[in-house]
């Protein structure tokens, strides 16, 4: 796994180990950040269900102002700080180890972009996606990258299905508000 482009273009990122890790593909990275190309620079940007932080890790090469890494896994969490140190971007990033309901029930600073890739088949996208529209910018954008087959609504609060991208198993969704789709 590396960073595609950017400022730490190139660079390897470590990865956590086991059956239930999904790394986001290169294709699919390079996919999602093709398409929000224009909408990165100096913005915040959120990896909930972080994993090894690659997401927010390419947001902050490709310009993001700052990067919140959260997921529940202590081992995860230590990944996500080491490739921060191993990139040199840990001054631009937070990194918390809580649960995602939880951190979204407490938090009160707004997201300009937010990238859910939940544990698959587990609910919690549901119980996610009506939480995460109240945390992110009426300019924002909530990306979600789930499995095919799991059902994802077309409308969560003011927040719209804008575009949508099948991936062999998996789809990503892109969610803007009404007011912009």
């Given at each position: 796994?590396?960073?595609?482009?950017?400022?730490?273009?190139?660079?390897?990122?470590?990865?956590?180990?086991?059956?239930?890790?999904?790394?986001?593909t290169d294709?699919?990275?390079?996919?999602?950040?093709?398409?929000?190309?224009?909408?990165?620079?100096?913005?915040?940007?959120?990896?909930?269900?972080a994993g090894?932080?690659?997401?927010?890790?390419?947001?902050?090469?490709?310009?993001?102002?700052?990067?919140?890494?959260?997921?529940?896994?202590?081992?995860?969490?230590?990944?996500?700080?080491?490739?921060?140190?191993?990139?040199?971007?840990?001054?631009?990033?937070?990194?918390?180890?809580?649960?995602?309901?939880?951190?979204?029930?407490?938090?009160?600073?707004?997201?300009?972009?937010?990238?859910?890739?939940?544990?698959?088949?587990?609910?919690?996208?549901?119980?996610?996606?009506?939480?995460?529209?109240?945390?992110?910018?009426?300019?924002?954008?909530?990306?979600?990258?789930?499995?095919?087959?799991?059902?994802?609504?077309e409308k969560?609060?003011?927040?719209?299905?804008?575009?949508?991208?099948?991936?062999?198993?998996?789809?990503?969704?892109?969610?803007?508000?009404?007011?912009?789709?």
């Amino acid at each position: 796994m590396r960073v595609i482009t950017g400022e730490a273009r190139g660079r390897r990122l470590l990865t956590l180990e086991g059956a239930d890790v999904r790394p986001t593909t290169d294709k699919v990275k390079e996919a999602v950040f093709s398409a929000i190309q224009f909408d990165i620079q100096d913005r915040v940007f959120l990896d909930l269900f972080a994993g090894s932080g690659q997401m927010g890790i390419e947001a902050l090469s490709r310009g993001a102002k700052s990067a919140v890494f959260v997921d529940s896994s202590r081992k995860a969490v230590d990944i996500i700080r080491k490739n921060l140190n191993n990139v040199g971007f840990y001054d631009r990033a937070k990194v918390l180890h809580a649960d995602s309901l939880s951190y979204l029930d407490m938090v009160s600073e707004p997201f300009d972009i937010a990238y859910l890739d939940p544990p698959y088949s587990t609910g919690i996208l549901q119980e996610v996606m009506p939480k995460i529209v109240e945390k992110v910018k009426k300019t924002g954008i909530i990306i979600v990258e789930n499995p095919e087959k799991e059902e994802i609504f077309e409308k969560y609060g003011e927040f719209m299905l804008d575009r949508q991208k099948h991936y062999g198993k998996i789809k990503v969704s892109m969610y803007r508000h009404s007011d912009y789709v």
